[in-house]
């Protein structure tokens, strides 16, 4: 188990990883944060593109990737997380066009799931939230072997 931006992942090597399964609408994605680690992607360079430009003004002249404490209301554990992924989450994700109409649809989906505290979803409940899109073109764009922005399904987490 490991605790990347707050949140406790289970890690699992590739070498144990099961044959692949096809994803259905029914299948939960999330946000694979170890997929980051492993194809050696710099998250925290691309949360700042989804910065607001308030918030990307306020750190102008902050060129550090901060953490700060957080403590769950449910359950009163303490993390550290990732201030941009905060800030994201907690005042970007509240603006009105945070996701938008032209935005392409795995950006929509990859700040959905921000928005979200990265809380698994299906193609459905995706489509739901964000009416953009049918459940199958979104399960189509998310659910083949291209992984895109790190949006995985659950189950298949490297």
Known sequence: MILIYGISWQ??????????????????????????????????????????????????????????????????????????WHTIQTHCSQQSDFIDESMPLTRAIFRLFIANDNTPLTPLEIHEKLRKKSPDLILRTIGGHQVYEGIRPVSLSI
């Open 11 to 84: 890690q699992t090597s590739f070498n144990n990883m099961a044959k692949y399964v096809k994803p259905t609408l029914d299948t939960k994605f999330h946000i694979d944060f170890v997929w980051w680690q492993k194809q050696s992607q710099n998250l925290d360079a691309y949360l700042q593109s989804h910065l607001c430009p308030e918030a990307r003004a306020a750190r102008a002249n902050d060129n550090q990737n901060r953490t700060l404490d957080w403590v769950n209301p449910e359950t009163g554990e303490v993390f550290q997380i990732n201030i941009l």
